[in-house]
């Protein structure tokens, strides 16, 4: 009965990894897909069985190609391929690390906090005087509430406690500027110290 | 209890004592030298892979109608449109490792328990991954040989190892201990504790196969997880045959542990038995059925006793053996 005295070690072994402690978190820094538990929560519960991604319509959760132990965790680059709000992949989830949310832009707006956006105002074309762009005011989901045009050359005005951090912002400016970045908490946090 | 008095078979449980066992009589699958047995097994093992290639596929489909066919492009796309599905949602999302069939949750029971170890049993977890954890108590460790999308890649390394051996290059065979695998399943566990994240998808075949293919369908690209299945491909065809699936899988451990209750196991009936060592020969996990040396790593693919040439070899329902010493 090798096996059933196997067993009971592995089981003893488990629990005994539950009480190690936890030196390191993990956390990657990138943007995750709608309804994701908290940085470091997040990492705990995703096991990178990819099913989010594959229901994503517009195809823009990825995950890192590099050998990492942030490899298995989705992410979404939004100046590749922004976030539409389906809320699909908050449905999917088997071990409950994306909530579900409901697709109706109040519940959107309450419960959904992909990242913040961060302007380069020295690139942004109104506000450097070179152009009218508003391209971001006309894409997003929120506008009015988390991003407004202020000022004589109508130039946006993030406000990221009304942004859900869908980036289709980031996707929609120009190359020429280039100047949206969506940052996920965890580099808000990173970045707070 | 009452149980059916069946009749004794052939006396191959000679005279069985004891109280329980009397009881409850055992009952052979009787499948002496079925070969049909052994396509029953690859058509699951062929749905395994439909599931692994077919299930992104679809979605690509389900994208690019949804899109009008603006977007949604690149990957495979083009031969998801080639191959005409329907524009509507799969009836399954995710890979073996994690699927949901028909709305039924099949979690690996090794990505449960990472997960169970990071995060704790909290929501829902206990429950979808009860539906594996019944399979795995009462088919043993099934998955290695009817559903793993790994099969295929076995099946092709010892086919290069049997190719190799005809032009004189004889492969290595190093016989590692099984319970080399349980050491791996223990470093991996202990890893996920400590990094508080999970380690198992980036090791265990299943789950990269799963995501690999899906990037390949999607972006059409590789990730490194296509390094660790070279790796056990490479450890599979030139150092030791199955060796990864055998002593060094975390997941297939985790099998052998679940399944020690697992009243499905290999018969011998002595008296019909030559000593042929054909059954011993075509395991892939080592197990001896010609001298009744099957332990839990026995993953019921069967092939022993399809190979069987004078059908001594059946599969067998019985009750869990708690009264053996």
């Keep these: 009965m090798t096996d059933r005295r196997a067993l009971l070690a592995a089981l003893a072994a488990a629990a005994a990894a539950t009480l190690l402690p936890r030196r390191v978190h993990a956390s990657g820094t990138g943007v995750r897909p709608p309804g994701a538990l908290p940085p470091g929560q997040f990492e705990e519960a995703c096991i990178g069985c990819f099913r989010c991604a594959e229901v994503c319509p517009p195809k823009a959760i990825r995950f890192p190609s590099a050998l990492s132990l942030d490899a298995v965790h989705p992410f979404i680059a939004a100046r590749q391929t922004a976030c539409v709000l389906c809320m699909k992949c908050t449905l999917v989830c088997p071990t409950d690390a994306l909530a579900p949310v409901a697709a109706q832009p109040a519940a959107i707006a309450s419960s959904v906090r992909m990242g913040v956006p961060l302007l380069k105002r020295d690139a942004c074309l109104p506000w450097s005087g070179r152009g009218l762009c508003r391209l971001c005011y006309y894409v997003c989901p929120y506008a009015g509430t988390a991003v407004e045009l202020v000022g004589p050359r109508l130039a946006p005005l993030f406000h990221p406690e009304a942004c859900v951090g869908c980036g289709l912002c980031e996707e929609a400016c120009p190359d020429e500027a280039n100047a949206i970045r969506i940052r996920s908490p965890a580099e808000v946090a990173e970045a707070r110290g | 209890m009452s149980e059916v008095q069946s009749t004794p078979r052939r006396g191959t449980r000679s005279a069985a004592a004891g109280s329980a066992r009397a009881r409850l009589q055992p009952v052979d699958i009787v499948l002496r030298r079925a070969r049909w047995f052994q396509w029953v097994r690859r058509a699951s093992l062929a749905l395994s892979l439909l599931v ?173 997880g296509a390094l660790v299945l070279g790796a056990a491909f490479a450890v599979d065809s030139f150092v030791s045959r199955a060796g990864f699936c055998r002593s060094l899988c975390p997941g297939g451990a985790l099998f052998s542990l679940l399944s020690t209750a697992s009243p499905i196991r290999v018969k011998r009936d002595a008296s019909r038995c030559t000593d042929c060592t054909v059954c011993d020969v075509v395991c892939n996990l080592g197990q001896k059925p010609m001298s009744d040396r099957l332990d839990a790593g026995c993953e019921r693919c069967g092939k022993c006793v399809s190979a069987c040439p004078t059908g001594a070899l059946a599969l067998g329902v019985r009750a869990p053996a708690v009264e053996k010493t």
């Design chain 2, 52 to 224: 692994v290639v077919g299930l992104p596929l679809w979605q690509l489909r389900v994208a690019g109608a949804a899109s009008g066919g603006l977007s949604a492009g690149g990957g495979w796309s083009w031969l998801a449109a080639a191959l005409g599905l329907p524009p509507v949602p799969p009836p399954a999302v995710g890979a073996p490792a994690a699927v949901s069939l028909f709305g039924l949750e099949l979690l690996d029971p090794l990505l449960t328990l990472g997960v169970a170890i990071t995060h704790g049993l909290r929501g829902s977890l206990l429950l979808v991954a009860l539906p594996a954890l019944v399979l795995v108590a009462v088919l043993g460790r099934f998955f290695c040989g009817w559903v793993c999308p790994y099969v295929p890649l076995l099946a092709a390394s010892n086919a290069l190892r049997w190719v190799l051996g005809r032009f004189g290059f004889k492969p290595l065979d190093v016989r590692l201990p099984r319970r080399t695998s349980l050491v791996v399943l223990v470093a991996v566990l202990g890893a996920t504790a400590v990094l508080g994240t999970q380690v198992a998808p980036l090791v265990y075949p299943p789950s990269i196969i799963g995501r690999e293919a899906f990037r390949a369908i999607f972006f059409g690209s590789f990730g490194a």
